[in-house]
């Protein structure tokens, strides 16, 4: 039942009283965003004013946004790296921030191929946990009974190491999966999963998501909302059914679990659920045996209201493929976050995927903009245009987004591009345009287009002793796969017909080129199965010459043309499959190990 309150007005009359707390909250702070912003910012310079990095910049103590902007750089993280090495190494003095540094996120960017690292403190858990409590409150406007079912969540841990100054890195969700905040939760009927901490909290990716699946089986008349982090492991978790769904319904049949399965205390609480029940099994039989796998998720789990994955971004391609598997449930996207910061939420997360727009919560960090020209190739570093407040940015415009936290990073440039759409109170809202600089991104990954070069740089040298060269390249992510891959056109020029590169030397230029991307993709291959062997289609000779010419007569100007070095376009996808002569795909998985290359 619903619960009057004087400030839903404008998000809508809460679902308890605890929704009413959490909804008036959102009302307070985004009604107030620029003093909010002001108490953030005198916050973060005062406790941190005797930090070794803010005394380099002689601040003295202010904290008032002028004398902040005047004296402190706009920074990457390649600035920041001297700093982060030596945090990474053990010096535990105050350099970034006043309170120790708990741990390192790693961050889905690289720098020179590994993971970046992000220092946080152990109150930003706090943060987040704040954030989080205000999603289902918010869900709960325009989904009601949420609380009467479950939801069927994927969840994992991915692998972790240290630094040799000994503080853990890891993904900011691991991190948060193996907090006490999400470990030992209170209950909340409206946040309730289907998946118990031991499956995924499991460190084998394949029992955690077995048991997972077999969870969301064994529980399908409760659930009321199927999700994971990003669209790309929601259709993992398909596509992992679609292999063993004979096993998991053997298992449901008889009440044993799969051998597989060895983790002590997995089997532990498996153990205590799986009973026999082969009424339960002929009926997720009866759907995964037919040949038509459209709907599926909604034939398998009926009561489903939506779909609860980022759809946004890179994500955005995996829409269709989401749609034919679930019938074309809503999708939800209700929140914006990053290793570097959590930022806000979605205030109307039922709205179509290319329609959301996030409400930026000022409480989370001191936010910038950097004004962006969508069609330009940016400013020069030491003539970047004045940055922007949050609550001064205009609708319609784009801006990269510019941080400064409680953990110590200050005026640093995320990387996001983001799209002014609206206001909520005195709160921006944003649709996230793109990461920058990234050209191929299949789940966490991004591969920017010197990455690429430097790739098939590499590759191409076991082309040599063939006197066969790469003439041209293009790429696409393919996400009609699952999981996804990459694929590389080449155009090649042989100078010896009798002597061309063989089908084998061709796989191992793919291996090769793995071998050159940076560690997330590696991860993806190695640890993670999110990501599929690479391809590389060999097409004709001057097929990117009529690529040219196809741009010149849809208006592209033949002085500036150049070759994408990726491609999403349909026509010249069309154009480029049709010019394909022959196709290789990686025949190894690349190196990777948890540790960074040193």
Known sequence: MAVDSPLSSQLGPPACERDAKALHFIEETTSHADSVQDRVLTE?????????????????????RETFKSKLPIITYEDLQPE???????????????????????????????????????????RRRLLYSLLMPVMNLYV????RGKGLYFLFVKSETRTPGGLLARPVLTSYYKSDHFKTRPYDPYNVYTSPNEAILCPDSFQSMYAQMLCGLLQRQQVLRVGAVFASGLLRAIRFLQLNWPQLTQDIETGALNPKLTDPSLREYMDKILKPNPELAECVRHECSKDNWEGIIARIWQNTKYLDVIVTGAMAQYIPTLD????????????YASSECYFGLNLKPMCKPSQVSYTIM?????????????????????????LVDLVDVEVGKEYELVITTYAGLYRYRVGDILRVTGFHNSAPQFHFVRRKNVLLSIDSDKTDEAELQKAVENASRLLREFNTSVVEYTSYADTRTIPGHYVIYWELLGKDSANSPTDEVLKQCCLAMEESLNSVYRQGRVADNSIG??????????????LMDYAISRGASINQYKVPRCVNFTPIMELLDSRVVSSHFSPASPHWTPERRR
Do not use: W
């Open 44 to 64: 973060i310079l005062t406790r941190n004013s005797q930090t070794e990095y803010l005394t380099r910049f002689k601040l003295n103590g202010a904290t008032d």
């Open 533 to 546: 062997p690479l391809e590389i289609r060999v097409v004709k000779n001057g097929t990117f010459e009529e």
């Open 362 to 386: 000022p409480n989370m960090a001191y936010f910038e903009f950097l004004p962006h020209e969508p069609d330009s190739f940016g400013f020069p570093r030491d003539s970047l245009p004045k």
């Open 144 to 147: 009601p009974g949420l609380e």
């Open 324 to 335: 034919y598997y679930s019938g074309g449930l809503p999708l939800a996207c209700t929140m």
């Open 84 to 126: 982060i090495h030596r945090i990474a190494n053990g010096d535990r003095s105050a350099i970034l921030s006043a309170h120790p540094i708990s741990e390192f996120l790693t961050s889905s960017g690289t720098s020179a191929g590994e993971r970046k690292l992000m220092p946080t403190i152990k109150e930003e858990l706090d």
